[in-house]
C-alpha cells in the first residue's frame, strides 16, 4: 500500500519523449486495484494525507459483498475507480508538461506487495 512517485522511471522507459517537440503521453495501469494520478511531488506529506483520506471513503472494515480476495480488494477496486487507472500529460519541446510541483504517482491500494505495469504510449 502507498504512493510511488514514478515520473522518474517513465521518462527513462520513454527516450522518445525527448524527441517529440508537440504531442502527447498517455498512461494506463492494467490493474483494477491501483491507480495513477498527477499530484504534487514536492512535500511528502501530501501522499499520507490522500491515503488517510481514501481510507475514510473506502474503509477495509466495512462489509462489502465483494470480499473473496480479502478485506483490502473492495476498497481498493473504491480508490482505483475514484481516481482512475489512465492520464494524458501533453509533451512540448522534448518534455512533459507537468507543473512545477506535479509529479505521477502510481498508487498501491493492495496490502500486499504486487508487480504493477503501466502501459505508455507517445504522439507526436
Not at 66 to 74: I, P, Q, R, T, V
Request: with cysteine; hydrophobic share 35%.
Amino acid at each position: 500500500m502507498g504512493n510511488y512517485d514514478v515520473t522518474k522511471e517513465i521518462l527513462e522507459g520513454m527516450p522518445e519523449i525527448g524527441e517529440i517537440k508537440i504531442g502527447l503521453c498517455n498512461l494506463f495501469i492494467q490493474h483494477t486495484s491501483a491507480s495513477l494520478c498527477i499530484m504534487e511531488n514536492w512535500d511528502d506529506s501530501v501522499k499520507t494525507d490522500i491515503e488517510t483520506w481514501l481510507d475514510k471513503v473506502a474503509p477495509m472494515d466495512e462489509s462489502y459483498s465483494h470480499s473473496c480476495e480479502g478485506k483490502d480488494d473492495m476498497p481498493a477496486h473504491i480508490k482505483t475507480a475514484i481516481l482512475g487507472p489512465s492520464h494524458s500529460i501533453p509533451i512540448t519541446a522534448g518534455k512533459l508538461n507537468l507543473g512545477t510541483w506535479q509529479g505521477i504517482w502510481l498508487n498501491e491500494h493492495r496490502l500486499s506487495k504486487n508487480t504493477r505495469k503501466v502501459v505508455v504510449t507517445v504522439q507526436g
